[in-house]
């Protein structure tokens, strides 16, 4: 196993800052419509029943644009990708600005697909570059920070500034964000391309040679697409809805805008604390997946615990699933990092993302096609099924670990 006094050419902390900076800001203007667009569809210039559609087009769009992602971050500067694409974010954060109606905003967020491909893929795999097996764990959860750091400022700067400013201005302030992201990246983040090394333990060496045919990294791309369907896709998309079903039934006195940022910050800011500790965590203990089998149990329970008609259990709930579903996508990409050569990172990454987006494009869709018939608590249940149905195989990829 690769000593950690090993040195890497470009040291972590000098690419997580402006590299998550960036990530963190590009975040701010999608992370707006998941709080509010729920309950400001008149504003938006859309019916209801498009809601779905308008949060899950994008990730559609990256279904397509991971693969090429990951290849030209495998051929080209990884510096000039990331920064093309933080810009192309500030861009579709305007349209939504200036969107009334689908058609303009649905154009908006196919723009939003294609600059988070470039972003998510691109600042993974720089992360991927400078760390090595025996530190990947804490850094990818560094990194991740700055991922919900950007849902905790956009829900909670979307929540408040809609219902003081309003919808429209509330999203410009979301651009001019972004755009301060982009300058802090363009002046500070280093090329990491052509400082890959490959600092693998001896167990993992063999199974470098292809992504595609290595069973554990097609594993984690299993779970984390499962993880984005509950989390990404069905709490995101209708936690709005969770929120105003409280409100009715209790003498809470915000606003609908205002209560949803407040707890989705709140969301965002356990996971933002959970990530780094779990990845610590599995470096410590030296396997992922036992960490994995037992964040799959928690990330299940916690689905079930939000639809249960209290609010103490919904509260624990929230705190159980931000802890476990962010702590769950860090091990799965460090899982990526220790099982892939530095060639082939970005693409094994998009593999990863690509079944992220599938499970989070689909969920918003699927929840709000069943409400109708089995309601939230019925949709949630779902959720922490398909939890349960990974533990399994999990298990058994761990006790594979343990006798290597």
């Known amino acids: 196993m690769t000593s950690k006094s090993q040195e890497q050419s470009i040291s972590p902390k000098r690419v997580l800052l402006p590299a998550g900076l960036g990530t963190t800001f590009s975040l701010l203007g999608d992370s707006a419509l998941y709080t509010v667009l729920p309950t ?39 510096r000039r990708l990331f920064l093309a694409s ?52 804490r850094w990818t959860g560094y990194y991740q920070i700055w991922f919900y750091l950007g849902g905790v400022l956009g829900a ?53 040679t292809n992504y595609l045919s290595n069973p554990t990294v097609l594993l984690a791309a299993f779970l984390h697409g499962g993880n984005r369907f509950a989390s990404a896709g069905v709490l995101s998309a209708t936690f709005a809805l969770l929120v105003q079903d409280y409100i ?57 615990l939000i639809v249960e008609e209290s609010w103490l259990l919904f509260f624990m709930g929230i705190i159980l699933a931000s802890m476990t579903t962010g702590g769950l996508q860090t091990l799965t990409t460090a899982v990526d990092g220790d099982e ?14 690509t079944s992220g987006d599938l499970g989070s494009a689909i969920g918003p869709i699927v929840a709000y096609a069943l409400l109708p018939t089995i309601g939230l608590r019925g949709v949630y249940w779902i959720c922490a099924g398909l939890f349960f149905i990974g533990m399994p195989i999990t298990l058994w990829q761990a006790r594979t670990k343990l006798v290597q």
């Open 248 to 304: 009715i039934h209790t003498d809470v006195v915000l606003g609908v805008a205002t209560l949803t940022g407040l707890l989705s910050g709140f969301r965002m800011i356990v996971s933002m604390t959970a990530s780094p500790l779990v990845g610590i965590l599995s470096d410590r203990v030296g396997n992922r997946w036992m960490t994995i089998l037992v964040m799959l149990l928690l990330c299940g329970v916690s689905m079930i």
């Open 340 to 353: 892939v050569s530095s060639a082939q990172r970005g693409k094994a990454i998009s593999i990863l993302y």
């Open 86 to 137: 933080l810009l192309i974010g500030v861009i579709s954060t305007v349209f939504y600005a200036v969107s009334q109606g689908f058609w303009s905003l649905f154009l908006g967020r196919i723009l939003w697909g294609l600059a988070w491909s470039g972003i998510w893929v691109g600042g993974s795999t720089i992360i991927l570059d400078i760390t090595h097996y025996e530190n990947r764990g």
């Open 40 to 78: 400001h569809t008149i504003e938006a210039g859309i019916e209801l029943n498009q809601v779905g559609i308008i949060l899950s087009i994008n990730r559609f769009v990256r279904l397509l644009l991971n693969s090429v992602a990951g290849v030209a971050y495998d051929h080209s500067p990884r």
């Open 156 to 208: 909670v700067i979307s929540g408040v500034a809609t219902d003081w400013l309003g919808y429209t201005p509330m999203l410009w302030i979301a651009a001019a964000l972004g755009m301060m992201g982009w300058l802090v990246s363009f002046i500070f983040l280093p090329e990491t391309r052509h400082d890959q090394k490959e600092e693998f333990s001896s167990q993992h060496r063999n199974n470098n």
